[in-house]
């Protein structure tokens, strides 16, 4: 995907929120975009998600399959989040939403409406629509505000496979999430000009807690997968050990328990 001499402004007369971009994106890459307050990042990535046209400038080569979580997810609308996220996948054309709700710890808000998830969890429903559709770009603003850190911890991972299988991932992110990934790009935007570097260093604790995240998603790169069967009634505990423990654990079948005649 290229951008060349991308610039955008909201209306006409307005000044120029982006001036001028020019970037190549490949298969693979992971890119962390920072950049101060109203420095056009949102912008930047309605542009890149096609959401946003640019005044002058092109944008070429877009992945097929776009995957985009907002910074505000729209939670007004009257559904429950089960209901939305089998809607996103008729309107997807039929993507699997319901590995993500494990993967990010939502299965508790199912029937919850919309209009009464607290911001975290809207933040999750919109990764998971984001997610559901196996994007070609993915595309995730501010991803780790508000989220808990079971969900934090499992971005990162989430972003090392959508790259691993030839997407591309671009994240805006003050709090250095994906900080410590292997060759993760860093862009930021200066004054409307988009530019690319080396990430400044985060505060003291933001880098520990980063750098156990991201340890752990380049561990998952090269992984195994076990399947444990035990009693139903030991199901939750078991999951809830195993992710103290670090590793990522879901349900994967539950079956009945077997009547006398069958037995
Ligand atoms: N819909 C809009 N109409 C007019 N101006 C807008 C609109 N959305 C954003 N802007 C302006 O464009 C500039 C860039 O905003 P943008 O939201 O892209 O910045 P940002 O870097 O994502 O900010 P933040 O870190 O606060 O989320 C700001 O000056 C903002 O006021």
Known sequence: MRLSKVSFRYRRRDPLVIEDADARLAPGDVIELTGVNGAGKSTLLRLLAGLARPTTGTIADRPPVVGFAPDRFPASQPFTVTAYLRHMSRVRGGGRWEPWIERLNMGHLLATPLADLSKGSAHKVGLAQALMAEPGLLILDEPFAGLDADT??????????????????????????????????????VDGHLKEGTAAPLPAATAQATTQATAQATATAAHATVAVTLPARELRGFLARMREEGFQAREVETAAAQNEETR
């Open 152 to 189: 934090r911890e499992a971005l990162p991972s989430i972003a090392t496979e959508v790259a691993g299988r030839g997407g591309v991932v671009i994240a805006s992110d003050h709090q250095g999430g994906m900080r410590g990934l292997p060759g993760l790009r860093h862009w930021s935007m």
